[in-house]
């Protein structure tokens, strides 16, 4: 075994800090007051080649692997949760799926603009009645001579309006046929009868677009089924196998932004005659936000790094998603807590970076859904 990472890594994860500093970071208050999503954010990490870090340099890709990919999650996280989202949402989501299921003849149509970043992918699981209950799905698909007509609402999606690319599962056989049920498949934007719902007003994550995907009588190609038909419930799953590490890497740097902007702020706030960072009290609790990253960190580079060599990954991703997600927010709580009043006001970043920090424990399965997925490979 070897912790120490390798050069490419280190060098990558150099210049996704330099992007973050640089490019994110002036603006970061600004997106999450106006509830904006800058695209032109997005296309800048396509030239820098973050969209394509785990595929194939014939697909446009870096070539590199999933470590290294959650390597850049971080980084961006650790400055701006809402970039760290786009990319994990487009990447994790949006065209792994195209990448692994997709014909040569759906790649070199899809895959290729998707991992160069000029065009932005989504994912479309979730429906009002199928949340953790992925299962429940209500959206369907019909064949009718060489085109599926899709009719449903898919909710809260992650890139929304902005994305050109969706994988969108549907139901194409009977109900109770339960997961082999479900059908996936490739949507463009512009296509008839595909439009946008609600736009949600979130808590956090406010650099990001959510919104309502609706189908009525939307006709797709019968070619833009993505893998078996029947296969897409397994195929959702899997998908948010890889996912989770995403997020993981995403809850990391939150936590290790919130960490670093408390420690220097313990080191400069001075009461009782010496600064904070001299008091046990808040010691105590900086050694516990170190500890936690320390151990999320370890988990989510080891879930990673299964995935990258086709290891079984699941289980190690849900646990790497539910201790990440679970230390940004008791890092970013803490956090807030060493600022006292000041960390409760919005002329500081820790506010937002708690407000940022809730998601990670909800969306890509809810810390109670991977308790039930760790439970279950226990048990199984
Ligand atoms: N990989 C492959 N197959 C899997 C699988 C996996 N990880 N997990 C389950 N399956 C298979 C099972 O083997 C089973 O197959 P058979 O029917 O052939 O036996 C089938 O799928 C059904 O499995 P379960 O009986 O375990 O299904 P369930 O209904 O009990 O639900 C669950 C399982 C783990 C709770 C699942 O529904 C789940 O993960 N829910 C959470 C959904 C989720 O994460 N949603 C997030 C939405 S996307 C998002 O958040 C994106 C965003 O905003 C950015």
């Excluded at 106006?34 to 697909?59: A, H, N, S, V």
């Excluded at 890497?249 to 960490?259: H, M, N, R, T």
């Excluded at 105590?284 to 580079?301: G, H, N, P, Q, V």
Aim: net charge negative; with cysteine; glycine share 10%.
């Amino acid at each position: 075994m070897d912790f120490k990472l390798g050069e490419e890594y280190e060098m990558l994860r150099q210049s996704v800090r330099d992007f973050a500093e640089g490019v994110l970071a002036p603006g970061v208050v600004d997106r999450d007051e106006k509830e904006y999503f800058d695209r032109g954010l997005f296309e800048k990490m396509g030239e820098l080649g973050l969209t394509g870090i785990p595929f194939e340099e014939k697909y446009g890709g870096a070539g590199m692997d999933y470590l290294a990919y959650a390597i850049a999650v971080e980084e961006l996280g650790r400055i701006d949760a809402s970039a760290a989202d786009t990319l994990s949402s487009h990447v994790s989501l949006g065209v792994w799926p195209i990448w692994n299921w997709g014909t040569e003849e759906q790649k070199q149509k899809y895959l290729l603009p998707l991992v160069e970043g000029k065009k932005l992918g989504a994912f479309g699981l979730t429906e009002a009645g199928a949340g953790s209950d992925a299962i429940a799905m209500s959206t369907k698909a019909v064949l009718d001579g060489d085109e599926w007509v899709l009719n449903g609402r898919k909710i809260f999606i992650t890139n929304a309006e902005a994305a050109d690319t969706y994988v969108v599962f549907a139901r194409t056989r009977p109900k109770e046929m339960r997961s082999k049920a479900f059908s996936a498949f490739i949507v463009e934007k512009g296509t008839p009868g595909f439009t946008f719902g609600k736009f949600e007003k979130k808590m956090g994550l406010r650099g990001t677009q959510n919104c309502d995907l609706v189908f009525e009588d939307c006709r797709i190609p019968q070619e833009n089924l993505l893998g078996q038909e029947g296969d897409g419930f397994k195929m959702s799953m899997e998908t948010l196998d890889g996912g989770r590490i995403g997020i993981a890497a995403q809850s990391v740097g939150i936590a290790q932004g919130a960490y670093e902007i408390a420690l220097a702020y313990a080191k400069q706030r001075v009461q009782f005659g010496k600064p904070i960072s001299a008091l046990q009290a808040i010691q105590f609790k900086l050694a516990d936000m170190a500890l936690e990253i320390k151990a999320s960190r370890l988990l989510t580079y080891d879930a990673a790094w299964r995935k990258s060599q086709g290891l079984e990954f699941g289980t190690d991703a849900a646990m790497a998603k539910l201790k990440a997600s679970e230390t940004a927010n008791r890092v970013a709580n803490q956090a807030v807590q060493i600022h006292g009043g000041y960390g409760y006001t919005r002329d500081y970043p820790v506010e937002r970076i708690m407000r940022d920090a809730k998601i990670c424990e909800i969306y890509e399965g809810t810390s109670e859904i991977q308790r039930v997925v760790i439970g279950n490979s226990i048990l199984r």
